[in-house]
């Protein structure tokens, strides 16, 4: 799984909210968390896809994040939805 994936991707949640929660409802199928993100903004959702066994892909920073999800500002996490 790398950004071409998600670039790609015809469904996508973007943000840590939208991201908790496709992971929680058991429909992400990949969480990717930006390298530059606060570790404590980002905690709770690489927690939950440990649990969940989503994998989980770590992105550079914030704004390469943002602009594979298609979008002008930075991102913290976003994620594949089946």
């Given at each position: 799984?790398?950004?071409?994936?998600?670039?790609?991707?015809?469904?996508?949640?973007?943000?840590?909210?939208?991201?908790?929660?496709?992971?929680?409802?058991?429909?992400?199928e990949a969480l990717f968390i930006a390298k530059d993100?606060?570790?404590?903004?980002?905690?709770?959702?690489?927690?939950?896809?440990?649990?969940?066994?989503?994998?989980?892909?770590?992105?550079?920073?914030?704004?390469?994040?943002?602009?594979?999800?298609?979008?002008?500002?930075?991102?913290?996490?976003?994620?594949?939805?089946?």
């Open positions: 799984m790398d950004l071409k994936n998600l670039e790609t991707a015809p469904q996508r949640k973007i943000g840590i909210k939208q991201s908790l929660k496709a992971v929680r409802t058991g429909k992400a993100a606060e570790q404590y903004v980002v905690r709770s959702v690489v927690e939950l896809a440990k649990e969940h066994n989503v994998p989980i892909v770590y992105i550079e920073n914030m704004l390469i994040l943002g602009k594979a999800c298609n979008i002008d500002v930075g991102a913290a996490t976003a994620v594949i939805v089946k």
